[in-house]
């Protein structure tokens, strides 16, 4: 079974920068594509950013184009999300995801395996 942990949450002023590691356990990282969602209070959870399974390929959502930067690193099995100049709209619970298909895009139906997700809080 896949575990999938992310990490780097917290609180940022608006124009800030974070930068959300995902990690997994069992099988290499480099086996999956991973993706990058996110969930607001009240609202669907959308997807970010996503991976292919041998970084070929990137993918981000309008919204985040220009300011987030999805990236891994298999020398320490993790994959990246810099998010720089943070708006209050980033503000979300963010999940990452792992899926065998090489580049499944941005359905979440798609990804097999979740993390429990982090918080980001950016304030205005």
């Known amino acids: 079974q896949v575990q999938v942990v992310e990490s780097g949450g917290g609180l940022v002023q608006h124009g800030g920068s974070l930068r959300l590691s995902c990690a997994t356990s069992?099988?290499?990282?480099?086996?999956?594509?991973i993706g990058w969602f996110r969930q607001a209070p009240g609202k669907e959870r959308e997807g970010v950013s996503c991976?292919?399974?041998?970084?070929?390929?990137?993918y981000y959502a309008d919204s985040v184009k220009g300011r987030f930067t999805i990236s891994r690193d298999k020398d320490k099995n993790l994959v990246y999300l810099q998010m720089n100049n943070l708006e209050p709209e980033d503000t979300a619970v963010y999940y990452c995801?792992?899926?065998?298909?090489?580049?499944?895009?941005?359905?979440?139906?798609?990804?097999?395996?979740w993390g429990q997700g982090t918080q980001v809080t950016v304030s205005s």
């Open positions: 991976i292919s399974k041998n970084d070929d390929n990137t």
């Open positions: 069992g099988p290499t990282l480099d086996r999956y594509a």
């Open positions: 995801a792992a899926a065998t298909w090489y580049f499944p895009g941005l359905s979440p139906s798609t990804y097999e395996y």
